[in-house]
């Protein structure tokens, strides 16, 4: 059945939601909500995000050229929401009650309640349609210890992510791990 083309969003699966976290130059730090990214190159590893360019997180980015990408869990839903709510506030950490931890290679803080951080620096941007696709390199990652595992895809199926639906509906992306009959290896 044919649906409009301004639908066509949602007739995508949903992607896990992200956290990110700048310091703009003032070191006043910003949290926004993010559901638009995705992995685009394994190495070096690069990561892309479709971000408005009337945010503050666009603005901070491009001014400081760097951003940390914090996962959050499902846990965290109503801060997620909030946080896309905030005005320029003077600490975004302070008021959603997450706390700062300091990136290792990057300014902007990692958020201690996220299941994973991946410190970014800015690689370079498109503009595509209404949003800016802001391409940044992972230069630091930190998962938390109940996640890492020595067989990749484990540890990847012991991320609980939060995927975004629409509005304020979101949905659990937790599964269970199916194997292909054939074991491409090396053709990932
Ligand atoms: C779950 C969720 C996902 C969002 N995903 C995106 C996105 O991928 N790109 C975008 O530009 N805005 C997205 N937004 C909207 C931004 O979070 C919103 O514009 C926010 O106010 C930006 O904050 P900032 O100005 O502090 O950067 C999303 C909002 C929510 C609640």
């Not at 066509?8 to 992200?18: D, H």
């Not at 559901?35 to 408005?52: C, D, Q, R, T």
């Not at 994973?116 to 595509?128: G, K, L, P």
Request: one cysteine or more.
């Amino acid at each position: 059945m044919q649906i409009d083309l301004a639908r066509t969003l949602y007739a995508t699966p949903p992607t896990g939601v992200i956290l990110i976290s700048t310091l703009d130059d003032n070191q006043r730090n910003n949290i926004a909500p993010f559901a638009w990214w995705i992995v685009v190159s394994k190495e070096p590893p690069l990561i892309a995000l479709s971000i408005k360019a009337s945010t503050n997180t666009y603005r901070i980015i491009k001014a400081t050229g760097e951003f940390t990408i914090g996962v959050p869990d499902p846990q965290l839903l109503d801060t997620v929401y909030g946080s896309a709510k905030l005005d320029r506030e003077p600490d975004e950490f302070k008021k959603l009650g997450l706390t700062a931890l300091p990136a290792v290679k990057v300014n902007s803080p990692r958020i201690k309640e996220c299941q994973v951080n991946i410190e970014c620096r800015y690689h370079n941007e498109i503009q595509c349609g209404d949003h800016m696709l802001v391409v940044g390199e992972a230069v630091a990652v930190d998962v938390r210890e109940d996640i890492v595992h020595d067989d990749d895809s484990i540890m990847r199926a012991n991320l609980t992510p939060l995927g975004h639906l629409t509005k304020n509906k979101f949905i659990t992306m937790k599964g269970s791990i199916l194997k292909a009959s054939e074991d491409l290896t090396g053709k990932d």
